[in-house]
Structure formats: C-alpha cells, structure tokens
C-alpha cells in the first residue's frame, strides 16, 4: 500500500521541524501500519502537519469505513472524526432533515466518492447544501428517500446534480419509489454502471418506467432487483436489449423460490444477463432450497443469512463467491471446500480459526477470505505461519489474503512481526472495499 508521491509535498517545508517529519511517507506509511484507528486519530490532534500525513494515510487504508454523520459532528463507532472530514471517502447519514447536518459543505469533504442516506428528508434547500458534493459522487445509496414537498421531482430536484454517478442503489418500502412519480426513470445516465431498484409492496402495480430506463441506459453492467420485482415486470424483462454481466436477485420470501426458477432461466438463455447473484437475507435456507439452486443457470455467488442446521452446500460447484452468515449450520466444511473448486471468495459473519483451515487447504482459486467476527478471543489464534505451510502443499494453489478486524491484524502484526507469508496474507477488513453487503449496508454488491 501507498500513499502516492501526489502526497509527498504533506512532509516538505522550508520551515525548521521536529525530528520526526524528516522521515519520508514510506517511513510514515511502516509506523503508521503498527496502530490502530483510534491512535492514527489522537495522533493526528497534535498538529496541522500531522493531520495531512495522518488523514492521507486513513483515506488509502481505511477505504471501506463509511464514516456517520450526524447533525453536528462525524463519527466511526465512538470516535469522533471532524479534523479528518477531508479525507473521507464515504459517508452515510440516517434519520435526518438534510440541510440540519451543518457541517455538510463540499470544501470539507474533497474526498467524498460515496454516500448512504437512509430515511433521509430531502428539502430544496438541504440539497442546495449539497450539490457540489453530489457531482463529486460515484456511488449514491438511498433507503427510503423522502421529500419535505410531495411536488418534488426526485431527477430535477436530487439526480441532475449526481453528474459522475457510476452506482446508484435505491431501496424503497413502496412505490413510487421517490418523489410524486417516476419520470427520473425515463432520463439517460450515462455513466451509470450498477443499478439496484428493490421495494416492498403487496398487489400487482408495477413501473413501466423500467422498460424505457433500460432501452436508454444499455452502459448498465450490473442490475440488482428482489424477486417481486421480477415477477411482477418479467414481461419488460423479456423484451428488453438490455445485457447485464451480473443480476443480483434478493429472495423476499422462501415460497417464491420455485415461481422465479423459470423466468430467471429463461432471461438467462435470452442473454440478459452471464451471472445470476443469490441473496437469502432473511428466509430461512433448507436443503431442498440448495438442491433447487443447482438448476439456476449462471449462478455464481450465494449470500446465506439464517440457514437450517445440516446443510451440504457442496452440490453448487459453480460458486465463485460464497457469504456464510452461521457457520456452524454447515456440514463437513472439509469436503465443501474440496467439491467448490471454482470457489475464489468467501465471507463469514461470525468464525472459528477450524472454518478457516478447510478452504485454505482444499480450495487452490480461493484469494480473499473475509471474517467479519473471529470468534477466537486471542487474535494469536490466527497463525499465519501454520496456514501459509498448509496453504503451500495445495497444487496450483493461489496466494490467500485474509481480512479480519482491526485488532486481530494488530495482534498478528505484533506477535509475529509480519502479516505476509508469501501463500497467506492478514490484511484489515476496513482496506477492503469490495466487501460491502457485510458492512450493514444491505445492498446487491
């Protein structure tokens, strides 16, 4: 990791300075890797010069941290953030008026790129607040998006001003989705690439808006969607010359399973999209589900939230990813990791060091392991060392970078010295920004 020589200019002054600043970024870059968040922070209080090295730091490592901000002041957990607000790159907001956030001024957040509002009120005069801020944006996430005037149109009010926008995800309880109608859906984006459009609602109304959203926006790669959606629009669906790399569909409920087999397929042989991306947040997974999935074409990834105990996850041999909320449901985790050879990302909620050990000694495409909670109370309990020898006797096996919570790769790091072995590699999980449907964001990513 660097910082970038673009920053080498924080540590130049013709100015006598402490010893310390003699040092160059890459030395920063060493010491600073021994610490923790909450000391990177304290140590940039100490002076303005301090901040700069520190804040460029935190804005390249700690790239997947979405920083909250509230009426007054911006945190990450219990740790206020408001000196470093220039080199955040994501932020999110939840249950506000938006022009009472007063420190939302785009002078103070240069580096902004995405943006999570959740039950969020939207005024014309917050969103004059914010316009600049929204040009700068490359990823905007909306849950359930409101508007003071019920006159208020959601593309001349709010998405005009989102000229960079390449993510645009909406999660709505109803429709219409945003604003008093959906004319927004009959606009071009063009650099919009992933798209997410899912709501919540009993009857058979539908957008037929969507239909010329996706005759005009054909530079979309990734569509995510839940399966009411899907079934309710599988006519537009059809029709459509849409061509998606990916479709993340979120199962609503169990019962609807065996109604979107059949049109899913078919929309996969019509080439709509290559890969099909399965999200069980909520419904309970049983074994005749797993079977059931083998029949989806292109199916790639799972997310599994709650599952019944003894489940063999093995007949799915095209995963390529694979999000484990409770691993203590699976059976012979072993032989899992033998049979998903084409496995090369997996993700747990909550695990032991022995959920670990199986996939890394059967599983040669897997590179990215995410534990989001290690179950271990010591962080010594990750021995990189064992799982590098035991990585190393795979044939063709690809090097594996693990990403943990912050304090177990400190652990490692200062029991060990090092967190590369050559196979197996400790990184923190706040560096990885490809992990997002774990981080309490509940989007199709």
């Keep these: 990791m660097s910082v970038g020589s673009a920053s080498a200019d924080v540590i130049r002054n013709n100015q006598s300075q402490a010893e310390i600043f003699k040092l160059k970024i890459d030395h920063f870059e060493e010491l600073f890797d021994w610490l923790s968040l909450n000391n990177l922070v304290a140590l940039s209080k100490t002076c303005k010069r301090m901040q700069r090295i520190a804040g460029y730091y935190i804005k390249t490592t700690y790239a997947a941290v979405k920083f909250n901000c509230f009426f007054t002041s911006i945190y990450v957990r219990d740790l206020k953030m408001d000196e470093l607000s220039s080199y955040m790159k994501k932020l999110a907001y939840d249950q506000c008026l938006i022009e009472h956030v007063r420190h939302m001024r785009a002078d103070q957040f240069k580096s902004v790129t995405e943006i999570r509002l959740r039950n969020v009120t939207f005024s014309d005069v917050g969103i004059s607040r914010i316009k600049e801020i929204l040009g700068q944006l490359e990823t905007v996430k909306l849950i359930n998006p409101r508007f003071t005037s019920p006159n208020q149109e959601f593309y001349v ?4 001003y ?6 645009l995800c909406i999660q709505s309880m109803k429709i219409p989705i945003v604003g008093r109608d959906n004319g927004w859906l009959l606009r071009q984006y ?3 690439e992933h798209f997410e459009l899912t709501y919540y609602e009993y009857g058979n109304r539908t957008v037929d808006e969507l239909a010329e959203f996706f005759e005009q926006n054909t530079n979309i790669k990734t569509f995510a969607t839940n399966t009411d959606i899907i079934l309710k629009h599988k006519n537009i669906f059809k029709n459509t010359k849409a061509k998606w790399d990916v479709l993340s569909v979120q199962w609503n409920s169990i019962f609807k399973f065996d109604w979107s087999l059949d049109i899913l397929n078919e929309l996969h042989e019509r080439g709509l999209f290559r890969q099909l991306h399965v999200y069980f947040d909520e419904s309970y997974l049983d ?4 079977n059931g999935l083998t ?5 790639t990834k799972l997310f599994i939230g709650p599952m019944k105990n003894g489940i063999d996850l093995s007949p799915l041999i095209g995963l390529k990813q694979l999000h484990i909320l409770m691993t203590d449901n699976i059976t012979n985790k072993s032989i899992l990791a033998e049979t998903l050879v084409n496995l090369e990302f997996i993700q747990f909620v909550d695990a032991r060091v022995d959920d670990i050990h199986p996939f890394i000694r059967f599983s040669p495409n897997l590179t990215k392991i ?4 290690l179950k271990e109370k010591d962080g010594h309990t990750l021995n990189i060392e064992q799982l590098n020898k035991e990585r190393s006797k795979l044939s063709n096996a690809r090097k594996v970078t693990i990403y943990v919570e912050e304090h177990v790769y400190l652990a490692v790091k200062w029991a060990k010295n090092q967190t590369n072995r050559g196979f197996i590699e400790i990184k923190r999980s706040a560096s990885c920004d490809t992990l997002n449907h774990m981080q309490g964001t509940n989007f199709l990513l």
Excluded: A, E, R
């Design 287 to 290: 074994q005749g589900t797993v």
């Design 157 to 160: 009010s709010f998405l005009q």
């Design 370 to 373: 995410s534990v989001c909670h």
């Design 295 to 299: 029949s989806f074409n292109g199916l």
């Design 190 to 192: 063009p650099t919009l």
């Design 162 to 167: 989102c000229t960079n926008v390449k993510k």
